[in-house]
């Protein structure tokens, strides 16, 4: 096994309109006491200067250490996708275009994964700023354990921390199509249940790893504060949480070869759930032992179900 510091890792940039903040991710990137790195950008039509930004760092910098692509046009989650087709068999890192990384965010990563021989998934802390980089406050500490009954309901390893040592980063690899195809709604709540599902070691780091930085255009917002974790509250008593739930095990379901057999049942018991009624659905789903990170969390997730606001009508059509 090589020194983690020789560990080359890729990095995967999903970027569009991005040219008020890439210059200084990129920056930051350049910055990262690991050294041995590759940047993937994957451009969904920029037409504000981001591939010129792109363009000029790359120039910077050793050939083919730093790729500019074409992204697919159809949202920030297929261009991760995208990305993660086009990366090499090596350790990767998902990257947002409007964070600042912090120096040993990389190094940190890399020791934490290198420690382990099979499949695993390292995420980190944040520390949440304004546009203009003023710390606001740090993101929250998630007290229970990491794993598929947690999963299946939460996203919580966040994409823009997440790093996957090669042989999780092959998993992932094998299962972008049908996730694709079915349109997930979020690629790192997606790649937390693959990896979780597969039984790769899951490393939430309790120190934060950079600024994410919050502005108007944020792909998706803090959720820290009493009115963003009201919000997504809401959100499980909405119907388009259901929605995702269904998509997601459909994704999960045309891969279940990847899963381990416990967690191919798991799957199963909760696609049979998803198409119970109340409150039969809140029972099935509180004997399989799914639950979120916080006890109001887990409370809104059973109401939902109770009120049927989970329930599918009919078995979804699934995109292998």
Not at 16 to 37: C, D, E, K, M, V
């Amino acid at each position: 096994m090589p020194q983690a510091s020789a560990v080359p890792v890729t990095i995967l940039l999903a970027s569009y309109r991005g040219a008020a903040f890439i210059g200084a991710q990129l920056q930051s990137i350049a910055g990262q006491t690991h050294r041995n790195w590759r940047l993937i950008v994957s451009d969904d039509g920029s037409d504000d200067g981001t591939r010129d930004i792109v363009a000029a760092f790359a120039a910077a910098h050793p050939a083919g250490q730093v790729r500019l692509i074409d992204g697919p046009g159809r949202g920030a989650t297929q261009n991760f996708l995208h990305l993660l087709s086009a990366a090499p068999e090596e350790m990767i890192a998902f990257c947002d275009q409007d964070d600042i990384w912090f120096p040993d965010k990389l190094s940190r990563a890399v020791e934490a994964l290198s420690a382990h021989d099979g499949p695993a998934h390292y995420a980190a802390r944040t520390i949440i700023t304004d546009a203009d980089l003023r710390p606001v406050a740090e993101s929250r500490h998630f007290p229970r354990p990491l794993g598929f009954r947690n999963a299946l309901v939460q996203a919580i390893m966040a994409g823009n921390t997440s790093v996957f040592n090669a042989r999780a980063a092959a998993i992932l690899r094998r299962c972008i199509r049908p996730a694709q195809a079915n349109d997930i709604p979020s690629h790192d709540w997606w790649a937390y249940q693959v990896t979780a599902g597969a039984g790769a070691a899951l490393i939430h780091d309790p120190r934060p790893a950079l600024f994410y930085r919050q502005h108007a255009r944020s792909e998706m917002g803090r959720n820290d504060t009493v009115r963003a974790m009201s919000q997504r509250i809401g959100m499980l008593l909405a119907g388009n949480y259901g929605g995702w739930l269904a998509t997601n095990h459909a994704a999960l379901d045309a891969v279940r070869p990847e899963l381990l057999a416990e967690n191919r049942a798991l799957l199963d018991r909760f696609g049979a759930a998803l198409r119970q009624s109340a409150p039969a659905a809140a029972l099935s789903m509180a004997r399989i032992g799914l639950y979120r990170q916080t006890r109001a969390g887990t409370s809104a997730f059973y109401a939902a179900a109770l009120m049927g606001r989970l329930r599918q009508c009919g078995p979804r059509r699934l995109i292998r």
